[in-house]
């Protein structure tokens, strides 16, 4: 398993994996995975397996419990942020089950040390609430969140 950041040259792999796992109420655009590369690089991660892009995370420093929504045009970092955001987290189908969820966590886990918050926030969609609460995530608010239902939840570090 090799982990490394993420570029722009990864974006065509990134979209492939995203219509993998999520249902068209989910997909974002190139666009916004090229202005989360711009605002916040090293929060840009990916998983390799044999070369084969597998899983990706895509976190930055957001204000507690506030929602970021799908493909925002206006997607700024706050000017006070508060915590770190997992903005979106994405395992190919056909490696779960191996750890790179799990890892790829690992990964925010230390960003949001580095900064010093003592959160990590999240908008959990398509019933996967379970993982994260493993991971220790907690539910904070059921919400409405690309027409479906979903979960804000949190993570204290």
Same mark, same amino acid.
């Given at each position: 398993?090799?982990?490394?950041?993420?570029?722009?040259?990864?974006?065509?792999?990134?979209?492939?994996?995203?219509?993998?796992?999520?249902?068209?109420?989910?997909?974002?655009?190139?666009?916004?995975?090229?202005?989360?590369?711009?605002?916040? $690089?090293?929060?840009?991660?990916?998983?390799? @397996?044999? +070369?084969?892009? &597998?899983?990706?995370? #895509?976190?930055?420093?957001? =204000?507690?419990?506030?929602?970021?929504?799908?493909?925002?045009?206006?997607?700024?970092? $706050?000017?006070?942020?508060?915590?770190?955001? @997992?903005? +979106?987290?994405? &395992?190919?189908?056909? #490696?779960?089950?191996?750890? =790179?969820?799990?890892?790829?966590?690992?990964?925010?886990?230390?960003?949001?040390?580095?900064a010093d918050y003592k959160m990590i926030d999240l908008v959990s969609v398509q019933k996967s609430q379970?993982?994260?609460?493993?991971?220790?995530?907690?539910?904070?608010?059921?919400?409405?969140?690309?027409?479906?239902?979903?979960?804000?939840?949190?993570?204290?570090?």
């Amino acid at each position: 398993m090799k982990i490394r950041k993420l570029t722009l040259e990864d974006l065509g792999k990134i979209l492939l994996i995203q219509s993998k796992c999520y249902s068209k109420n989910f997909i974002e655009s190139i666009e916004t995975f090229k202005r989360l590369i711009d605002i916040y $690089p090293e929060g840009c991660i990916g998983v390799e @397996i044999d +070369d084969i892009p &597998v899983g990706y995370i #895509f976190a930055h420093p957001w =204000i507690r419990s506030s929602v970021v929504e799908l493909n925002s045009k206006e997607l700024n970092l $706050p000017k006070e942020p508060d915590c770190m955001c @997992i903005h +979106d987290m994405a &395992v190919d189908p056909e #490696f779960r089950g191996r750890g =790179i969820g799990k890892t790829l966590f690992g990964e925010a886990l230390e960003l949001c040390k580095r900064a010093d918050y003592k959160m990590i926030d999240l908008v959990s969609v398509q019933k996967s609430q379970t993982f994260w609460e493993k991971l220790g995530f907690k539910k904070v608010a059921e919400i409405l969140y690309g027409k479906e239902r979903a979960f804000l939840m949190e993570f204290v570090v």
